[in-house]
């Protein structure tokens, strides 16, 4: 099947800090790719929809300018988390697919804990 | 609006034991993608099955199988001859345009 990887795949920071995770597919071009959020003991909420070379759509309830969304090329999608707080604590995963009905492909995740 | 509910939260059964899954879905759409992750400890979710809505053939994979019936809206997931591997949280999900994944069972398989 079609890989996707992460990194960090798990990130410790400070308070006010910004961290950014990068989200690849490693042997397919992915025309559209998905961050999502997991709490612990909880399913997958999604954050945002992105496809290269345009602006995320965000979901209702995530600001845009805390997470910000970059989908520079088929095989690449940057999530920042700016100014972290503690509740910014989560597991977060990325997915990729290519084509409009096609499988999405998750990534490992990314575990940040904010301090 | 489309909405996947796995009733089950948490299933134990003990290694050898066959287990089912249970997977309900709501959607108005006709032509829809049906899908089962599975998430073991270490977080990644693993694509297990796809199945569109026109193809209501029961599928075998393994020890793995699925039973998809429209008339009930359902997609169950059935493990045969369980293993302690096969400890994780499973995932169905309803996509139409958008992934909407179910609440999960968490399956715990004891040796």
């Known amino acids: 099947g079609a890989v996707v990887s992460q990194h960090p795949s798990r990130v410790i920071c400070k308070s006010g800090t910004s961290v950014k995770i990068e989200c690849r597919s490693l042997d397919f071009q992915a025309t559209t790719m998905f961050w999502y959020r997991q709490f612990p003991k909880q399913s997958l909420m999604l954050m945002a929809t992105s496809n290269e070379g345009s602006k995320a759509t965000y979901e209702q309830g995530v600001e845009k300018d805390k997470f910000l969304i970059n989908h520079a090329s088929l095989t690449l999608s940057t999530l920042t988390v700016t100014s972290a707080h503690p509740e910014d604590s989560s597991f977060y995963i990325c997915?990729?697919?290519?084509?409009?009905?096609?499988?999405?492909?998750f990534g490992p995740g990314t575990r940040l804990l904010v301090l | 609006a489309q909405k996947v509910t796995q009733a089950q939260t948490e299933i134990s059964v003990v290694e050898k034991e066959d287990v089912t899954l249970d997977c309900v879905y709501e959607t108005r759409d006709t032509t829809y993608y049906l899908f089962w992750y599975k998430q073991p400890p270490s977080g990644e979710l693993v694509f297990l099955i796809r199945?569109?809505?026109?193809?209501?053939q029961n599928e075998i994979s393994g020890r793995y199988s699925w039973n998809f019936q429209k008339s009930t809206s359902s997609f169950n997931f059935t493990i045969t001859a369980s293993q302690v591997v096969d400890s994780a949280v499973y995932f169905c999900a309803l996509s139409e345009i958008m992934l909407t994944f179910g609440g999960g069972t968490r399956l715990m398989v004891k040796p």
């Open positions: 997915s990729a697919r290519n084509g409009f009905q096609e499988t999405q492909y």
């Open positions: 199945r569109n809505s026109f193809d209501e």
